[in-house]
């Protein structure tokens, strides 16, 4: 089992750069299929980006060419570079954990962006 904890959401201005932090506590970290979602107010939580314990990519098509998903399997964390934000992106920020049957979630971290 692992435990998240995210880190590095805030306020930014259009056009600006985020860097979000997921840190997991447990064991065999690196065998888990980690994402960061999304979800605004009033809205479903969505995807917004995906990395597999092979480092394999995925991302929404929202995003694509603006964010950057990565993972330091020695730290036990995954990034999510978010770069030209817009006001769009304005959201809380989870981040997850899958492998087999196992789902984990972290608590969140607030990105809004707005000048």
Not at 41 to 68: C, H, M, W
Request: hydrophobic content about 30%; charged content about 15%; some cysteine.
């Amino acid at each position: 089992q692992v435990q998240l904890v995210e880190s590095g959401g805030g306020l930014v201005q259009p056009g600006g750069s985020l860097r979000l932090s997921c840190a997991a506590s447990g064991s065999a970290f690196s065998r888990y299929h980690m994402g960061w979602y999304r979800q605004a107010p009033g809205k479903q939580r969505e995807l917004v980006a995906t990395i597999s314990a092979a480092g394999i990519t995925n991302y929404a098509d929202s995003v694509k060419g603006r964010f950057t998903i990565s993972r330091d399997n020695s730290k036990n964390t995954v990034y999510l570079q978010m770069n030209s934000l817009k006001p769009e992106d304005t959201a809380v920020y989870y981040c997850n954990a899958q492998r087999l049957t196992y789902d984990s979630w972290g608590q969140g971290t607030q990105v809004t962006v707005s000048s």
